[in-house]
């Protein structure tokens, strides 16, 4: 047998029922010494030898069939399900816990390393993925819930007989363990790998979602602007989590021109250069410095000819401008006029996120560039998705379906997770809840809980030892109850907060989000994902007959639009799932009652 660092032990089912506990654990412990998972190492080994050794009695075809111990998901921060029994046409993932409750979280854990299996790993794909939880001090009958097999531990060798007794052994198991393992990378992951120049796992599910589509034809058009010598606005539209924020940082580091990725959104920039680290500034940087040292008045012409705008949609009107900068251009006047400056061409591309304007001053929107185009003495060309056609009607302007991006990547095989709250904050409710069905199906959860420590600890629960996972509170920012429940969301709360280390920390680490003792607003997520977001439902909205908004910006052209948004923002943040805490107030009733009837399910045990 040889141990790979992919895993603690693999062999025959015959072999490891007559191998010492001893020589098994020894491997075993190079992984994790603590004395906490040798004595889960101990309980789960001595349960398998006992159940293996009856199956092989009443069926010996399964002797040849692999079990593997600690089987470490690769690029997954240390993920790994208990125990893989492997054979021909079967992958059944087992999860020990030493408990007599079956909790949620448990069942959650166990479903998730067996999707992730299923879908990441190569040699998966055309096998049947099977979670098994075994909590070993449960002495209940066999049961299945949410695609999960619940086991008790006596009946563990005529369950797996009865599932898949007449399949044979794998025929090199070297080749399954060694086999490719690809997730899908969260936005600060993939960041990291492209700055580092590592090539991006070529996900299934990125490939469909277009995003290598939409930078070939970035990278054709800048191609022919340089050619051209011409001025070129393009706008990428898509859905939250589509993979915009990606699109734009893999763009501007495979360009051959110079170029630079912008953002209005100051967290994303602060966490994105934390994550990167020494040599990030020409790689990101805040729109709002790039704008005070070219535009307005000023004549300097910028290094690049092609530059990223993140969220573009969130363009500043010129009120705002002139409020913070004190001049008249909007900020689309600025780009605008800056490629005009140009002797050369020039290529601004706009990421534009569908619904997710929040702020002040960004309520205009599209028509802020269109009227900035139309300002222009130059012959601009616009390139866009056909759905832009009546925004920029009377313009230049060409259409690529590559441009608009529909899918979202964030909950991985999940699609209409954005569909599901665009529904919801529209109002929509029993189609909300058709959409859930499906949504839970594919294993993204939706849960609502009055209790805030029952949500922490499922979280806590969940991803104990996955060091990559990342969790937290999140909050609107124009709430006022939920202070009174721990949750600190204020101004000068969320002012403190140091936000790259928020995001990017070890779970273990006090500044990290896992610790749970701080919150982030929608103005600090946007643009950025969780796994497992706790989204903090506060009295700023709420639902009779209808969304009402109660929030009071004196300066907002529809604050209750703002409202909506802030909540969209929250409800799109989470990878596997988000949870809601609703506090128990009455004047939330309502609102509680019509987000279980939008599909969300109870959080409890």
Not at 569 to 579: A, F, M, P, S, Y
């Amino acid at each position: 047998m040889l141990v790979g660092s992919k895993i603690g032990w693999f062999s025959p089912i015959e072999k490891f029922i007559k191998t010492d506990e001893k020589l098994i654990l020894k491997n075993l412990i190079q992984k994790d010494s603590s004395h906490q998972q040798i004595s889960a190492w101990k309980n789960s080994i001595k349960i398998l030898q006992q159940e293996f050794k009856k199956l092989t009695l009443i069926n010996t075809i399964s002797s040849d069939w692999t079990i593997v111990f600690e089987y470490e998901l690769p690029r997954e921060g240390g993920r790994k399900p208990d125990v893989l029994l492997i054979s021909k046409n079967y992958v059944l993932v087992f999860e020990f816990k030493d408990q007599s409750l079956v909790k949620q979280s448990y069942i959650d854990q166990v479903s998730a390393y067996s999707q992730d299996i299923q879908i990441y790993h190569h040699l998966s794909h055309t096998m049947k993925v099977i979670p098994i939880l075994i909590c070993t001090k449960w002495i209940d009958n066999n049961y299945k819930k949410d695609n999960v097999h619940i086991i008790n531990k006596n009946q563990i060798n005529t369950f797996v007989n009865d599932l898949i007794g007449k399949d044979e052994s794998y025929s090199n198991i070297n080749n399954w363990i060694n086999s490719d393992y690809l997730p899908l990378p969260s936005v600060l992951q993939a960041a990291r790998m492209i700055f580092q120049n590592e090539k991006l796992p070529k996900i299934k599910s990125a490939e469909s979602a277009g995003i290598k589509d939409t930078i070939t034809k970035l990278l054709e058009i800048t191609k022919d602007a340089k050619k051209t010598n011409s001025n070129y606005l393009v706008l990428v539209t898509g859905v939250p989590g589509s993979g915009k924020t990606l699109v734009g940082l893999q763009f501007v580091y495979t360009l051959d021109d110079p170029g630079v990725f912008l953002s209005g959104n100051g967290p994303l920039v602060e966490v994105l250069k934390h994550a990167l680290g020494k040599g990030s500034k020409s790689f990101v940087q805040p729109v709002h410095n790039f704008l005070k040292e070219y535009g307005g008045s000023n004549i300097t012409i910028p290094p690049e000819n092609v530059w990223i705008y993140d969220e573009a949609q969130r363009a500043w009107d010129s009120n705002r401008v002139n409020e913070k900068r004190g001049h008249n251009n909007s900020e689309p006047d600025d780009f605008i006029k800056i490629g005009d400056r140009i002797n050369s061409w020039s290529l601004v591309v706009g990421l534009i996120g569908e619904g997710q304007t929040i702020h002040l001053g960004e309520e205009e929107g599209l028509e802020l560039w269109k009227n900035a185009i139309n300002n222009s003495p130059n012959n601009w060309k616009i390139f866009c998705p056909q759905k832009l056609e009546n925004t920029f009607s009377g313009l230049n302007k060409q259409f690529h379906d590559e441009l608009d991006l529909t899918k979202t990547l964030r909950s991985h095989i999940a699609e209409n997770v954005a569909l599901w709250v665009s529904e919801l904050i529209n109002g929509n409710i029993s189609k909300a809840n058709e959409l859930s069905t499906q949504i839970i199906r594919q294993n993204f959860q939706l849960y609502i809980t009055h209790d805030l420590d029952r949500a922490k600890l499922y979280v806590k629960e969940r991803y104990n030892g996955q060091n990559e996972k990342r969790f937290g509170l999140i909050a609107s920012a124009r709430d006022k109850i939920l202070p009174s429940y721990g949750i600190q969301n204020d101004f000068q709360s969320t002012r403190r907060l140091k936000i790259g280390p928020w995001y990017n920390d070890n779970p273990d680490s006090e500044q990290s989000c896992c610790a749970l003792n701080s919150t982030v607003t929608e103005f600090q997520c946007q643009g950025l994902e969780l796994d497992m977001p706790i989204v903090c439902w506060g009295d700023d909205l709420i639902w009779e007959n209808g969304w009402q908004s109660f929030s009071k910006r004196s300066k907002a052209k529809d604050p209750h639009t703002l409202r909506l948004n802030s909540y969209r923002v929250l409800l799109t943040r989470g990878r596997d799932g988000i949870i809601i805490f609703c506090p128990k107030e009455q004047k939330l009733e309502s609102t509680y009652q019509i987000l279980i009837k939008s599909g969300l399910r109870i959080l409890s045990d």
